[in-house]
């Protein structure tokens, strides 16, 4: 099982970027999928979720600003980034469960003030 995390980066306030996440060795559509962050010294949150069959959530500090989406038929996660601020610098990494739960390795995002 594999999730690789990309479209991190480098951006300043008030930017966009979209990140991806590919799964590869899980039946994807069966796995609720989720992104997390941790920032320097701090834990690691709960960003973003959308379940195999439902609607999606979001942490109250993204709410209308980030959305979250899959694709099944390419076995992806995808995470919008829009109006980003400083604070949501932050490694950022996917996470798909169901009866086991699977990690990816992080994405770098960074936001200039």
């Known amino acids: 099982v594999q999730l690789v995390e990309s479209g991190g980066g480098l951006v300043q306030t008030g930017e966009s970027l979209r990140l991806s996440c590919v799964a590869s060795g899980i039946v994807f559509s069966d796995y609720n999928m989720r992104w997390y962050r941790q920032a320097p010294g701090k834990q690691r949150e709960l960003v973003a979720s959308i379940p195999s069959r439902g609607i999606p959530h979001y942490t109250d500090s993204v709410k209308g600003r980030f959305t979250i989406s899959r694709d099944n038929a390419k076995n992806t996660m995808y995470l919008r980034m829009n109006n980003l601020k400083p604070d949501d610098t932050a490694v950022y990494y996917c996470?798909?469960?169901?009866?086991?739960?699977?990690w990816g390795q992080g994405t770098q995002v960074t936001v200039s003030a």
């Open positions: 996470r798909a469960d169901q009866v086991f739960e699977y």
